[in-house]
Structures are given as structure tokens and as C-alpha cells.
């Protein structure tokens, strides 16, 4: 299997990617701060569900497909893009009593989990991403090559859910903010329609 420094090389990098800022933890910015931090937890979980798709996909060879096939990666991409859009077209309507004082507002848990989900698994660079990054960790003398990217994926899923955890976590209190402001609503409800726009517009613009 793989060796602990190769495992403490990849950890470490996972980690510095997470950090980074990006849609992901942008989007968990944002849902955290406007329905509160368990909302920007259960945004954590759907977008590691979608990690774990796209870890299971290299370790078979599917996530190949997206790289080779110019079909399947607009196709996925463009499904995405539309969901954003989807979302964005909700924020820039949604009324000032969309968040409620229990912070959950009238999204249901299981539809922000979704959201997570749905937007990680409809964004082939992740794919593309996991198929040119794990690969480079794994080593063919060691063992199985799939059991390895398996073990790779789980490793930055963990870094995922500790980093986005804590910015939910951090978002939250925005939320308590949020919910004594007729006007923070409204402004952050726009801010998360600019963002999920914005996100639409970038993926469906993105290249091989």
C-alpha cells in the first residue's frame, strides 16, 4: 500500500488545495451564511458524496471518459450549469422570510445536501481533476492501483469535511447576524444569487 510519506505529502497538498479559495468552499460560504452552519454542514456532506463518485469513477476508469470524450464532458457540464442557474433564479427571488430564526429556512435538510451533491457530481473538471491527481500518488508496486486512488480519494475527503467544516462553521454566525436584518436577507440572498450565477457562467464556459 501506499507509504506513510506519500500519504503525509498527499494529505498535506489535499489540504492546501481546500484552502484555497474556490466554488466549493465559496458555495459553502454562502449556504452556511444564509441558513446557518448545520446548512453549510449538510453543503459539506453532498459535495464529499460527489467526491466519493468521482473517486470510485477513477479508480474504475470511467472519469476517462469526460477527458476523451468532448460529448460527455459538455453534456455533464451544461446539466450543471443549468442547476446553478437554477439555484441563482431561486436566491434572486427569494422573500426576506426565507430565513427563519432555526436557521434552516424553508430549504428542507435533505435539499441541501442534494445541492452539494448535485453540484460536485455535475462538474466534470472535478473528474478531471481527481483522474490527474490521484494517479500521481499512487504507485503500481505497492498493490493495487484502485484500492490505492480509493484510499487517496478518502484522505482528501477528510481534508474536505475538516476545512469546509470549519468554514460552515465560521459562515454560521453570519447566519445570527443575517437573521435580526431585514436588510443582511436580502443583500445576502442577492450575494448568493451573484455567486451561484457566476459559478454557472464559469463552468459552463470551461474547457478540457
Known sequence: MISPD?????????????????PDN?????????????????????????????TSAVAVGVATLFQTSELAFNTLKLVGAGYLLYL???????????????GGGRIS????????VIMNITNPK???????????????ARGSVGAQIILLGGVFIAATLLIFGAIAWGAGYIGSWLRRSVRAQ?????????VFFALALRLAVAER
Open 26 to 54: 465559496l458555495f459553502v460560504l454562502t449556504q452556511s451564511g444564509l441558513h446557518g452552519r448545520l446548512a453549510g454542514f449538510l453543503v459539506t456532506l453532498g459535495l464529499c458524496t460527489g467526491l466519493l463518485a468521482h
Open 6 to 22: 506519500t500519504l503525509i505529502l498527499f494529505a498535506t497538498a489535499s489540504a492546501a488545495l481546500c484552502i484555497a479559495p474556490g
Open 109 to 116: 435538510l435533505a435539499a441541501l445536501y442534494a445541492r452539494g
Open 186 to 194: 436580502t443583500l445576502m440572498n442577492r450575494l448568493a444569487g451573484t
Open 126 to 140: 472535478v473528474a478531471i481533476f481527481f483522474l490527474a491527481f490521484l494517479p500521481q500518488f499512487a504507485d503500481p
Open 88 to 102: 441563482a433564479w431561486q436566491a434572486f427571488r427569494a422573500d426576506t422570510t426565507a430565513i427563519e430564526a432555526n
